[in-house]
Nanobody, 120 residues
Framework: QVQVVESGGGLVQAGGSLRLSCAAP????????MGWYRQAPGKQRVLVAG???????NYADSGRGRFTISRDNAKNTVYLQMSRLKPEGTAVYYC??????????????WGQGTQVTVSS
């Protein structure tokens, strides 16, 4: 079992910035692929940004150029730096740790989510 804990959400004005953090304690954190997702009311959960164990990153079109995902393996933490936030970015943001088991199966562990509200 992998515990995933998000923090850093809050209320911010449009155009502002916010940094989310996701801690996933574990001696093999560096082997996890990590991702940030968001879910707005009444909508499906969607990928915002991802970072692999080797540091490769990918972004949804909605955040490309404004969001940056990074990881600090020494702190077992992944970050999502969000800038120039828009009201449509209001959602619960979730962190996911993708853990590949020895048998090759990948298991996803989710955090409880952190609310981000962008006021216009």
């Amino acid at each position: 079992q992998v515990q995933v804990v998000e923090s850093g959400g809050g209320l911010v004005q449009a155009g502002g910035s916010l940094r989310l953090s996701c801690a996933a304690p574990g001696s093999i954190f560096s082997l996890y692929d990590m991702g940030w997702y968001r879910q707005a009311p009444g909508k499906q959960r969607v990928l915002v940004a991802g970072i692999t164990s080797t540091g490769s990153t990918n972004y949804a079109d909605s955040g490309r150029g404004r969001f940056t995902i990074s990881r600090d393996n020494a702190k077992n933490t992944v970050y999502l730096q969000m800038s120039r936030l828009k009201p449509e970015g209001t959602a619960v943001y979730y962190c996911k740790a993708a853990v590949k088991l020895r048998n090759g199966v990948t298991v996803d562990y989710w955090g409880q989510g952190t609310q981000v509200t962008v006021s216009s």
